[in-house]
Each structure stands twice: as C-alpha cells, then as structure tokens.
C-alpha cells in the first residue's frame, strides 16, 4: 500500500450505511496507511475498512458501489465527481490483484517442499516443521498485513480505532518514544492491550481515560512490546490454528477470514502471558520511564507487580521526560470521545 502515498490526504464525500436496512447517510472517506476511513460531518469515525478487502459491487457504473468483503449489507457510495477517490481504491484492488497473482517466494517454497510434505506426512515433524518454515520465510510486509487483516476482524467485537484530527500525530510521537511501529486506542473490548503480527499495539480507550499519567498507558504498550519480544503473535495464531492454517498461509500468504475471526475473538478473552520483569524493567530504562505508576494500574495494592515497584529505573524525585507533553496528553485523552 505504500506505493499510495500520493493519496494520504485524498478526501471525498459519500452516502454510507451499515447494514441493508440502516438509513443511508452523508460521510467522509478518506485512505489511511491500511484502512478506508468512514466518519461523519463532524468528523466521528463510523466505520474503517481494511483496504485489501474493499470490493466494488458494480465495476464500471456510476454511483460507484463499495462495501467490504463479505459484508454486502454495509455499503459505500461514491458519484462520479469524486473521481479522485475511485481511482484511489482501483488502483489499490490492481496492486491486491498482482500481488496474488505472481507466485512469489512462498508458493515457489510450497512447491519445492511438496515432496518433503508426501514423505513426511505421517510424522510428528510436519505441523511443527510447516509452522517453522512459514515463520522463516514470511517477509515482516505480509505479516504487517496478516495484523491489518486480523485488526480488521477485531474491530468488531472492539470497535473501529479511534481517531480525532491529531490523534495519528500524537500517537506516533508516543509510539516513537516507546520504540514501537504503531500504537491504536479501541473503544471496547475486554483486554487492556494487545499485539498483533507486524508490531501493532493496541490499547483500550481506559488505558487514557482513566488515568491521570500517561506513563499508565506507556507501561502498558511497553509491556505488549515485551510480550512481542518474548513470543512471536504469528507463531501463537498457528499454533491455534494447526496444520490447515499453517498451509493456507503458506499457498495464499495470508489466513482465511474464518481463521481470522476465530483468533480475533480469542485475542480479546486470552488472558495475557507474564512479561519478564526483568527485561520490562529494561525497557523502561531505555526509553526513560517509571515503571511504579504501571505497576500500580496493573495492581494497586502492589503486591503481584512488586519487582517493578522495587526496581523502577526513575526513583522518587528523580527527572524524567514524561511520554506525551501535557497538551498531547489531554488531547489523546478525548480521542474516543471520552
């Protein structure tokens, strides 16, 4: 999708609805780095589409007709005079297109292992080994991809991101100062963070309501990059998914939307692995944070996050530089409407 950033600030106006038999109503689309984004005259998002799985419904006509895969009910209109816009999505659905059609390194390694999987089938070997050389040969662009596919699957039990007009700026200034790719806020669901394939971190809308610090939030996305670090999101989600995954993976590049939706619903009732105190309490120190106020929102009294508390790198009356200024911070706070 990078080969659109011509389009990053391409809007357009449409009539969208959420199902077949909801109100049809005036919004504004705009592209992101991977999603359609749908939001109202006030600039509410109402929907985010994966742009991968956008499809249009009548090629060629005008009104142009969209909705996501699968989901025909929801739908996307764009007349003729947003032209702009409409060559924005074809343009992607040809890259989509070429991109699937060329049989690239994993279908030409599928082919090479073809007969290895003949003789090997009936040994413990083969999910194992399948699920290690899929891990190997997957190139970190698709498992970005495999995270946006499986985002877009948990947006709703989750909700769309949320998003304001300096929401983006101000979470990548944060997401730089904890070293990580990208950071989202969901407005629901029942974890207070997750990570997916790719590097995504995402935190619920709590973590900045709630909270009167925002190295609260901070621990809690060092933490997930902690996780990330100490066991890979693409190996888990194969090892859910077992051999049929692992194989739809390795001849299509990416996990079928079933698959998708299963783990989707499973990351957001998963309760989460430890992260190693001591590497977190490293993390911390090398981005310059306490880590007492994320010890204490995890545990008030203490008593289960007590190393953190004990060996927290910023010490009483010590200075540090906070992760977001006073100003980013009360904005971040209201980006979901809060």
Excluded at 161 to 182: F, G
Aim: hydrophobic share 45%.
């Amino acid at each position: 999708m990078t080969a659109l950033d011509s389009y990053d600030r391409l809007e357009a106006a449409g009539l969208w609805r959420a199902g077949a038999e909801a109100q049809r109503r005036e919004v504004v689309v705009s592209i992101g780095d991977a999603t359609l984004k749908i939001a109202d005259m006030s600039d509410k998002v109402l929907a985010h589409w994966s742009l991968a799985a956008v499809h249009r419904a009548n090629p060629g006509q005008t009104p142009a007709i969209y909705h996501p895969d699968g989901d025909p009910g929801e739908r996307l209109e764009l007349g003729p005079d947003e032209h702009q816009m409409i060559d924005a999505i074809a343009q992607i659905q040809r890259a989509v297109a070429r991109r699937k059609s060329r049989p690239g390194r994993l279908r030409l390694g599928l082919f090479v292992l073809g007969v290895a999987v003949m003789i090997a089938a009936s040994v413990l070997w083969l999910p194992s080994g399948l699920r290690n050389y899929a891990m190997r040969v997957l190139p970190e662009s698709q498992k970005a991809e495999l995270g946006d596919a499986l985002l877009a699957q948990l947006v709703r039990g989750a909700g769309a991101p949320c998003s304001t007009r300096s929401s983006a700026e101000i979470l990548d200034r944060l997401a730089r100062r904890l070293e990580a790719q990208n950071i989202l806020i969901l407005p629901d669901g029942h974890v207070d963070a997750l990570h997916l394939p790719g590097g995504l971190i995402l935190l619920h809308r709590e973590l900045v309501e709630d909270h009167d610090d925002p190295s609260v939030p901070a621990g809690y996305a060092l933490a997930e990059l902690q996780r990330l670090a100490q066991s890979d999101p693409l190996e888990r989600m194969l090892i859910d998914t077992g051999l049929r995954g692992t194989l739809a993976l390795l001849t299509t590049g990416t996990l079928p939307d079933a698959v998708l939706d299963s783990q989707a619903e499973t990351l957001l009732t998963r309760t989460p692995d430890p992260a190693d105190p001591a590497a977190l309490l490293a993390r911390f120190a090398a981005v310059g944070l306490p880590s007492t106020p994320y010890a204490l929102a995890v545990d008030i009294t203490g008593d289960s996050t007590r190393a953190l508390i004990d060996g927290d790198p910023i010490q009483q009356g010590d200075a540090f530089i906070p992760p977001l200024s006073d100003s980013d911070w009360l904005r971040l706070q209201a980006i979901c409407g809060g």
